[in-house]
């Protein structure tokens, strides 16, 4: 079953703006989590929000959570070339696993 | 250094021909799972352990073993491979509790002729 919904599938844009990315989901989390991968290596963490919390900031990046839409979004502002990525977010529930979206593929062109 | 390490990182064998992914982590992790990735699909559980001797399944299971007889190792087994089990593999680990960040091994791509 497939929890974590990414939005967009692909995103282009320049070097120097904002991107933005959106996850949704079905059933009720207990936190949420962000991850990126490089093409082809493992994931690497960016971040997790709590049920309980509606937004979090780390470096560039911003977390929001809407428990009430199901949904989350990640801001990565002043985009630069090595955030060229997949971007992931995970669900993990009151249970032990956690379940991936199939990511949003980002580019940051020069 | 804290880190997820799988072996091998790239195989290739042939249908039916058993194997085994070993993963290792050495952060005495309780939580240790095993996920495949596939294009257009993201990251799929296959199987997860909260601790030695504990395993379940994941959401896609079928056709795959794995074991935990000590904290830190967590083989993923194929006993009998198939073409639809190529794909990328990755192997995960993190601390008991719902709240705790996963760290990931490198991967482990495979090719099943």
């Known amino acids: 079953s497939q929890q974590g919904e990414e939005d967009p599938q692909a995103l282009s844009i320049q070097e120097g703006e904002n991107a933005t990315m959106n996850c949704s989901y079905k059933t009720s989390i207990n936190n949420l989590q962000w991850y990126r991968q490089n093409s082809g290596r493992g994931l690497v963490h960016l971040i997790l929000i709590r049920s309980n919390e509606r937004e979090k900031h780390s470096g560039r990046l911003r977390v929001t959570l809407d428990t009430s839409k199901k949904s989350s979004s990640l801001l990565i502002t002043a985009s630069r070339a090595a955030d060229t990525a997949s971007y992931f977010c995970?669900?993990?529930?009151?249970?032990?696993?956690?379940?991936f979206g199939p990511g949003t593929r980002l580019s940051v062109l020069p | 250094e804290a880190q997820v390490t799988q072996n091998p990182r790239y195989l290739i064998t042939v249908t039916g021909k058993k194997l085994t992914v070993t993963c290792s982590q050495n952060?005495?992790?309780?939580?240790m799972s095993w996920y495949r990735q596939d294009p257009g699909l993201g990251l799929r559980q296959i199987y997860y352990s909260m601790n030695v001797e504990v395993t379940d399944k994941g959401d896609v299971p079928e056709g795959y073993k794995v074991s935990r007889k000590e904290k830190r190792n967590f083989p993923l087994i194929l006993e009998s491979p198939s073409p639809n089990q190529t794909s990328l593999y990755f192997c995960?680990?993190?601390?008991?509790?719902?709240?705790?960040?996963?760290?990931f091994g490198p991967g482990t791509r495979l090719l099943v002729l």
């Open positions: 995970a669900t993990g529930g009151y249970g032990q696993n956690f379940v």
């Open positions: 995960a680990s993190r601390l008991q509790g719902g709240q705790e960040t996963q760290y």
């Open positions: 952060m005495n992790h309780e939580y």
